[in-house]
């Protein structure tokens, strides 16, 4: 394989961001997805999931998500439109492709699969999100009821007339939470209480504000300076859902005993599920024999950029470079600036 080619491994839509942006910068990429189809993890998520901006602040530059813009669109929706995306892409795509090791020598780069296929390249761009590595905290004691993360949460069918505990303060406690209120009893169990932003300031939503007034590129640094915790846009019916008591939030419990929680005042409930809305971390054990990651399996990285190895960039990293890194309308800011970067540095 040619030294102009790139290794992207990850389909979704971190991948279709880094891809395209190879593509313009003339460069060569090769898509590496583990499932069959390049569409990422959005299949996989809960049935009620809706996007959080709106379409017009949710497509790709120079392919608009198509529809009425100021629409929330639906999971499926953008299943939809990261399928047309791929199928507009000139690129060589391996689906049914999961990688395994990462290995680089004087040449470049030898990205190895489980079918015992191997790629070379120039660069590699790690764009695996982190949909497939949930995390789930070390709580105390043990739980016999049912106990998940938000990941393998569909409906709230299976719940109806049950006693459910939602763990989190993001978006995705809060919307899984309040579906879960209308057929359940539930909590959020949280470490702070939900922030709330108001969806709509002004008349228009909060992205048009993000995007207008530049907040969208605010890097890190200064992110954690002015957000602290998960700020959850509300048009209301969250917030107002907690002020009428149909779920409340309380802090969060500290052990398990058997079939119950036992909350922060010391009180004891039975349980019959907790669901864990507490995130997810990068999933790059493919870069451990590469030296790429520290201790807790994270990415060592600047920006996006390989703190340890040359040519060797990420996509998808929550907060990567800014605010909107993680996100449809974000993260063809990170791809250019990191396929920029990789060229420059390819062995």
């Known amino acids: 394989m040619r030294n102009d080619s790139v290794v992207i491994i990850g389909g979704g839509q971190s991948g279709l961001a880094g891809a395209f942006a190879a593509r313009d910068a003339g460069l ?40 009425a813009p100021d629409r929330y669109p639906t999971r499926d929706e953008v299943v939809a439109y990261l399928d047309r995306l791929a199928a507009g892409l000139d690129a060589e795509i391996h689906t049914n492709t999961r990688v395994t090791t990462a290995e680089q020598d004087s040449t470049g780069f030898v990205v190895r699969t489980d079918a015992g296929t191997h790629f070379r390249a120039g660069a590699v761009i790690c764009a695996t999100g982190s949909f497939t590595n949930p995390y789930i905290p070390d709580i105390p004691g043990e739980f016999t009821g049912k106990l998940l993360h938000v990941a393998d949460y569909r409906s709230p069918k299976q719940y109806a007339g049950q006693r459910v505990v939602v763990v989190g303060a993001g978006n995705s406690a809060i919307q899984v939470a309040y579906e879960l209120a209308e057929v359940a009893t539930v909590s959020l169990a949280v470490r702070r209480p939900v922030q709330f932003v108001p969806q709509i300031r002004g008349g228009r939503d909060m992205h048009y504000w993000l995007h207008t007034l530049r907040l969208d590129l605010l890097p890190p640094s200064v992110l954690k300076r002015l957000i602290k915790g998960t700020p959850v846009f509300d048009t209301g019916i969250y917030s107002n859902a907690l002020k009428a008591g149909l779920l409340d939030q309380r802090p969060m419990f500290t052990r398990f005993h058997g079939d119950q929680v036992e909350w922060a005042d010391g009180s004891r409930e039975q349980v019959d599920a907790v669901i864990f809305a507490t995130g997810y971390r990068p999933d790059v054990a493919y870069l451990k024999d590469l030296g790429a990651l520290d201790d807790t399996g994270m990415p060592l990285h600047k920006r996006g950029i390989s703190l340890t190895h040359r040519g060797l960039a990420y996509l998808g990293i929550e907060f990567q470079r800014s605010f909107s890194s993680n996100t449809l309308r974000g993260v063809s800011r990170d791809a250019k600036y990191v396929v920029r970067a990789t060229a420059r540095g390819r062995g």
């Open 28 to 67: 060569r990429p090769v898509l590496l997805e583990a499932g069959e189809r390049t569409v990422g993890s959005w299949p996989q998520y809960y049935d009620s999931l809706t996007l959080f901006s709106p379409a017009r602040y949710s497509g790709f530059p120079g392919a608009p998500f198509p529809g």
